[in-house]
Structure formats: structure tokens, C-alpha cells
């Protein structure tokens, strides 16, 4: 059975940071392109940032130098690092295995307000 668990949500003030962590089971982690994506009420789900078996990184351009997409394949784990957050990032946050995504987690809720 695959799961996808993410973690570290929560309500944070702009400019403030944020570390996201999926934990994945029942799947052959090492070889899956990793993804987060976000959705917004009203707005439909976009790719935030990526990262291939091979480490090979993309992020959208709306968080470019904000935020950081990494793995640790021995703890089937990807993260997201979010850094000078802004309301306007304010989501729920999936993460995604496959290219495009086949497995999704249960999302965590992100909000930046003050």
C-alpha cells in the first residue's frame, strides 16, 4: 500500500519560514520524480518545485530563490524548504510521486498571515 505523509504545515507571518517534509512508504522511492505542488482556494493545483531520482531540481518562478526542493532517499523523504514567505503562498500543499504524479499525499495546510 503506498502512502504519501506530509508534515510541517501551519500558520506562519510573512517573511517567515517553513520546512514541509513527505514521508512516502510502498514504493520504490529512489527511482520516483518528486514533486509539490500547491492548491488555493478557488485556483486550481500548480507544480511548485520537483526534484528527479537524480536530483535534478525545477521550481516554479514564483518561488525561485525562496524555496528549496530536496530528498533523502535512505528516509524516503522529500522536503520543501520555504523561506520570505508570502501571503500570496498560502495553500494546501501536496506532494507527488511519478512524472506526472501517481501517488499524492493528504496535503498540509499553509498559511502566512500576520
Known amino acids: 500500500q503506498v502512502q504519501l505523509v506530509e508534515s510541517g504545515g501551519g500558520l506562519v507571518q510573512p517573511g517567515g519560514s517553513l520546512r514541509l517534509s513527505c514521508a512516502a512508504s510502498?514504493?520504490?522511492?529512489?527511482?520516483?520524480?518528486m514533486h509539490w505542488y500547491r492548491q488555493a482556494p478557488g485556483k486550481e493545483r500548480e507544480l511548485v518545485a520537483s526534484?528527479?531520482?537524480?536530483?535534478?531540481?525545477n521550481y516554479a518562478d514564483s518561488v525561485k530563490g525562496r524555496f528549496t526542493i530536496s530528498r533523502d532517499n535512505a528516509k524516503k523523504t522529500v522536503y520543501l524548504q520555504m523561506t520570505g514567505l508570502k501571503p500570496e503562498d498560502s495553500a494546501v500543499y501536496y506532494c507527488?510521486?511519478?512524472?506526472?504524479?501517481?501517488?499524492w499525499g493528504q496535503g498540509t495546510q499553509v498559511t502566512v498571515s500576520s
Open positions: 507527488g510521486a511519478g512524472r506526472p504524479p501517481v501517488y
Open positions: 510502498g514504493i520504490n522511492f529512489s527511482v520516483f520524480s
Open positions: 526534484i528527479s531520482s537524480g536530483g535534478i531540481k
